[in-house]
């Protein structure tokens, strides 16, 4: 090797580490982190809990609620983004419906359940149809918008294989979900559900994370509109000058 080849494979190696970077902080803001991996879990956590000590559906109910109004609080408070703990708080609060209108704790689940699986669905169908889901939802993080879709094909290709890894995930989760919502005793249920949360979760975006570190790097097209009009005014500068 020679001493020219040292620095391009230098900055090669640099340019990879920030394209991971990138793609990492991207992924924490579009999925929450770790705090909204907490507050995914701990309403349901808290809910499967109570009912597995003294089996009052009521109670559950309400102290999951009251977990998630307070973790919004809390977001609130701490002038932090609360889409993710408002997220948290509209599930709760269909679950708990759904729960108090059958009296049955196992459908304070379901509202969660068909989520998922719609979400699944939604995975599939954008990605046979040309526009992965995975690319709408990260694409304004990238700050790349829809340029990936026409002018970026690698970084499309990984978006589709993203949003297959989650589509598919979602449906084996659903596969084992379904089944157990018919046959399995609440309690079990319950916690089975609560150890399907996360696992799923990280192995969809750490596939994502491969997937897209590995993919061209984003079109910023924000950075383009504005070295346009940059460009458009410097040229009627010039022509009033030249009037």
């Not at 391009?8 to 999925?31: H, I, N």
């Not at 609080?73 to 002038?79: D, G």
């Not at 699986?117 to 939802?137: E, K, M, N, Q, S």
């Not at 570190?213 to 460009?231: C, G, L, R, S, Y």
Request: hydrophobic share 55%.
């Amino acid at each position: 090797m020679t001493s020219l080849d040292k620095p391009t494979d230098q900055g090669t190696t640099d340019e990879e580490a920030d394209s991971r970077a990138v793609t990492e902080a991207a992924l924490f803001e579009a999925f929450g982190g770790v705090r909204g991996m907490v507050e995914t879990v701990v309403p349901g956590l808290l809910f499967v809990t109570i009912f597995t000590i003294n089996k009052d559906l009521h109670m559950s109910a309400i102290a999951a609620l009251a977990v998630s109004l307070v973790l919004v609080v809390v977001r609130l408070v701490t002038k932090d983004t609360v889409k993710h703990a408002f997220s948290g708080v509209f599930g709760v609060a269909f679950g708990v419906v759904f729960a108090m209108m059958t009296g049955n704790a196992k459908d304070f689940y379901l509202p969660g359940m068909l989520y998922t699986l719609g979400l699944a669905l939604a995975y599939i169908i954008t990605t046979l149809a040309g526009v992965p889901l995975i690319g709408l939802i990260l694409g304004p993080v990238f700050k790349e918008n829809l340029s990936w879709r026409t002018r970026n094909p690698g970084r499309k290709k990984a978006y589709a294989k993203a949003s297959w890894a989650w589509g598919l995930i979602l449906l084996g989760k659903c596969a084992v979900l379904f089944p157990m919502y018919w046959w399995a005793d609440t309690t079990k249920f319950g916690w089975v559900l609560i150890a399907l949360k996360i696992p799923p979760f990280l192995l969809a975006v750490w596939l994502t994370w491969v997937f897209l570190a590995k993919a061209p790097a984003p079109i910023d097209v924000f950075a383009e509109m504005e070295a346009e009009e940059k460009a458009e005014k410097e040229r009627k500068a010039a022509a009033r000058g030249e009037v």
